[in-house]
Structures are given as structure tokens and as C-alpha cells.
């Protein structure tokens, strides 16, 4: 029964900040990279951070020019997203995806987890 369960997600203002958190429970996902993707109504879920199982590497979308930060804590089986300087265009629903490759670059999608909203207010 392995879930990807994400949570940290809400309301801030523009400028602020937000972490998110996806947990990991059983024993399917273990060894596996995980991955932050987002999604607003009507457009394409698109990929935004991955870190392999080891944390050693990780792989980010051009696009967040640094804002957005992943790390891995295997003990507590979480793996976060650090978002900064959070802007309108933010706003979206977030996800976190476990894969059983190690290949940040293509990262291919194994199972999904439900989403956690993300709105920044102007």
C-alpha cells in the first residue's frame, strides 16, 4: 500500500515563501528518484524539480532560475520543495512523483501523488 502523500501547500502573498513536503510510506518507493511537477486548470502538467534516491543529484526546469529548491530526508521518507519569491503565475495545483529510474533528465513517472494548491496573491 505505497502512497505519495504531499502536504505544505496554501495561500501566501507575492514575494513569500513556501515549502512543500511529499511522504513516503511502504515499500515500493523505496530506491526510487522523486519529482515535483505542477498544473493549472486547463494547461499541462509540467515538470518542475527531481532528486535521485541517494540525493547526490538533482535536475532542475530552466524556468525556476533558482527560485525552487529539492532536497531528500530518507529517515523521515520526505522529500521537499523549496519555493521562494512565489509569484501570481505560481498558482497551481503541486504534485510529487516517485520513479524507479535514476535518470533525472527524463524523468519518467512511475506513480503520482494527489496534489497539494499552491495561490500567491498579488
Known amino acids: 500500500q505505497a502512497q505519495l502523500v504531499e502536504s505544505g501547500g496554501g495561500l501566501v502573498q507575492a514575494g513569500g515563501s513556501l515549502r512543500l513536503s511529499c511522504t513516503t510510506s511502504?515499500?515500493?518507493?523505496?530506491?526510487?528518484?522523486t519529482g515535483w511537477f505542477r498544473q493549472a486548470p486547463g494547461k499541462e502538467r509540467e515538470f518542475l524539480a527531481a532528486?535521485?534516491?541517494?540525493?547526490?543529484?538533482?535536475y532542475y526546469a530552466d524556468f525556476l532560475k533558482g527560485r525552487f529548491h529539492i532536497s531528500r530526508d530518507n529517515a523521515k521518507n520526505t522529500v521537499y520543495l523549496q519555493m521562494n519569491n512565489l509569484q501570481p503565475e505560481d498558482t497551481d495545483v503541486y504534485y510529487c512523483?516517485?520513479?524507479?529510474?535514476?535518470?533525472?533528465?527524463?524523468?519518467?513517472?512511475?506513480?503520482w501523488g494527489q496534489g497539494t494548491p499552491v495561490t500567491v496573491s498579488s
Open positions: 511502504g515499500r515500493t518507493f523505496s530506491g526510487y528518484a
Open positions: 532528486v535521485t534516491w541517494s540525493g547526490s543529484s538533482t
Open positions: 512523483a516517485a520513479s524507479a529510474s535514476q535518470l533525472l533528465i527524463s524523468f519518467k513517472v512511475d506513480a
